[in-house]
């Protein structure tokens, strides 16, 4: 695959041991693939953060928080990997094995496009320490530098203030609006289309 690399070897290099299982390592955490041990931690980290997440994302179905749930997000995340459709992480953190949140890089297409979706959640307990800031940009190396891929979209509700500050933080550019383009709650919402390019400049600050 194009821009391939050693990954744990070159985090173990500038970081230290890597920790089992990373697929990219930051400085305060890590993303690695979700497996069904993560259940317990997962479901009660969705279920503290409910009323942080639900104005932004999809209706949650009535089973949205059982093992069966999830099995089903399981099957559904090994699935993608394998066919190389689509890298959903779990987010990590380094000193105690916590889940912090996930990030997607989903519909990831080839040939003429190599572009790929992100999208991401992060636990309310974890907001405003500059956690997602830091997933996004090992999300962005491991879709340009590991996947080789040449264009990264994402999108949010115009009100969703924190992710439009986030994005353009981390180097997205913001290229128009989507009508209707996701049902928030039940509805179609608008969204603000946002993207960065493989030779876009990338602010680590």
């Given at each position: 695959m194009?821009?391939?690399?050693?990954?744990?070897?070159?985090?173990a290099r500038a970081f230290g041991q890597t920790p089992a299982g990373a697929v990219v390592e930051g400085k305060r955490l890590y993303l690695r693939r979700p497996r069904a041990g993560d259940f317990a931690q997962?479901?009660?980290?969705?279920?503290?953060?409910?009323?942080?997440?639900?104005?932004?994302?999809?209706?949650?179905?009535?089973?949205?928080?059982?093992?069966?749930a999830y099995r089903r997000r399981l099957r559904r995340a090994q699935r993608e990997w394998r066919e190389e459709t689509g890298y959903?992480?779990?987010?990590?953190?380094?000193?105690?094995g916590a889940?912090?949140?996930?990030?997607?890089?989903?519909?990831v297409r080839r040939g003429v496009s190599d572009s790929c979706v992100l999208g991401y959640w992060l636990g309310a307990p974890y907001a405003?320490?500059?956690?997602?800031t830091e997933a996004m940009h090992c999300a962005l190396?491991?879709?340009?530098?590991?996947?080789?891929?040449?264009?990264?979209?994402?999108?949010?509700?115009?009100?969703?203030?924190?992710?439009?500050s986030l994005l353009l933080k981390?180097?997205?550019r913001e290229e128009g609006l989507a009508r209707e383009y996701l049902r928030i709650n039940g509805?179609?919402?608008?969204?603000m289309l946002f993207a960065i390019l493989s030779t876009d400049h990338r602010p680590r600050g």
């Amino acid at each position: 695959m194009a821009g391939s690399l050693a990954f744990g070897s070159l985090w173990a290099r500038a970081f230290g041991q890597t920790p089992a299982g990373a697929v990219v390592e930051g400085k305060r955490l890590y993303l690695r693939r979700p497996r069904a041990g993560d259940f317990a931690q997962w479901a009660a980290l969705r279920e503290q953060s409910r009323m942080f997440l639900t104005p932004w994302e999809p209706s949650w179905p009535s089973d949205a928080l059982t093992r069966e749930a999830y099995r089903r997000r399981l099957r559904r995340a090994q699935r993608e990997w394998r066919e190389e459709t689509g890298y959903g992480f779990q987010l990590i953190r380094k000193t105690d094995g916590a889940l912090l949140g996930g990030i997607t890089l989903g519909a990831v297409r080839r040939g003429v496009s190599d572009s790929c979706v992100l999208g991401y959640w992060l636990g309310a307990p974890y907001a405003r320490q500059g956690l997602m800031t830091e997933a996004m940009h090992c999300a962005l190396d491991f879709a340009f530098d590991r996947l080789g891929l040449h264009r990264v979209e994402a999108v949010c509700l115009p009100a969703n203030v924190a992710s439009r500050s986030l994005l353009l933080k981390c180097g997205f550019r913001e290229e128009g609006l989507a009508r209707e383009y996701l049902r928030i709650n039940g509805a179609w919402a608008d969204h603000m289309l946002f993207a960065i390019l493989s030779t876009d400049h990338r602010p680590r600050g």
